[in-house]
T-cell receptor, first 111, second 118 residues
Framework: GDSVTQMEGPVTLSEEAFLTINCTYT??????LFWYVQYPGEGLQLLLK?????DKGSNKGFEATYRKETTSFHLEKGSVQVSDSAVYFC??????????FGKGTMLLVSP | GAVVSQHPSWVICKSGTSVKIECRSL??????MFWYRQFPKQSLMLMAT?????????EQGVEKDKFLINHASLTLSTLTVTSAHPEDSSFYIC??????????????FGEGSRLTVL
């Protein structure tokens, strides 16, 4: 079955540091890939997505590239802010009705 | 983007009582809504899929008599936790998918409802 594996957190960074959160997946066919963000006490928000190989999703300074050869969709940001502190979920959609989520990675950014 | 609203955001109840959580799509019609449960520091687990006007499809291990789901209209689905117990305390999140071709078929998530059973 489909699965998503994310690096375990928490990831602790200082403001303006470079961020990478690794995500790899297993799926049949050609899934769409997503990153969702959950701020403290809130629900999920779509951060970015990519629907085919080599696509790059980007939003709010975050980027992720769909790498079919390595089955990866790593999330990156060049300079994190305190307001980026949240839990980030990698997810895939491969034709079933809903999404398969990773376990989430907590990001803590200190001033 | 489209808005999905859940109510209530927080609820505290006594053991043995029932709690109803609403999920509304505010500016689009959702033929399919999904209910998830999130335990602390863990990912979302799909509980059930509900289609407007038909019975919900529950994931393996989810008690359908305990977690009653109703999707009576294209903009409203409800989750009722019956005879709640402390182990039902969790964060419940819904998501909604628009009609085919609407909103690109994207899933939109509610804000979540935190249930605490005393």
């Amino acid at each position: 079955g489909d699965s998503v594996t994310q690096m375990e957190g928490p990831v602790t960074l200082s403001e303006e540091a470079f961020l990478t959160i690794n995500c790899t997946y297993t799926a049949t066919g050609y899934p769409s890939l997503f990153w969702y963000v959950q701020y403290p006490g809130e629900g999920l928000q779509l951060l970015l997505k990519a629907t085919k190989a080599d696509d790059k999703g980007s939003n709010k300074g975050f980027e992720a590239t769909y790498r079919k050869e390595t089955t990866s969709f790593h999330l990156e940001k060049g300079s994190v802010q305190v307001s980026d502190s949240a839990v980030y979920f990698c997810a895939l959609h491969s034709g079933y009705s809903t999404l398969t989520f990773g376990k989430g990675t907590m990001l803590l950014v200190s001033p | 983007g489209a808005v999905v609203s859940q109510h209530p955001s927080w609820v505290i109840c006594k053991s043995g009582t029932s709690v109803k959580i609403e999920c509304r799509s505010l500016d689009f019609q959702a033929t399919t809504m999904f209910w998830y449960r999130q335990f602390p520091k863990q990912s979302l687990m799909l509980m059930a899929t509900s289609n407007e006007g038909s019975k919900a499809t529950y994931e393996q291990g989810v008690e359908k008599d305990k977690f009653l789901i109703n999707h009576a209209s294209l903009t409203l689905s409800t989750l009722t936790v019956t005879s709640a117990h402390p182990e039902d305390s969790s964060f419940y999140i819904c998501s909604a998918r628009g009609l085919a071709g609407v909103m690109g078929g994207e899933l939109f998530f509610g804000e979540g409802s935190r249930l605490t059973v005393l």
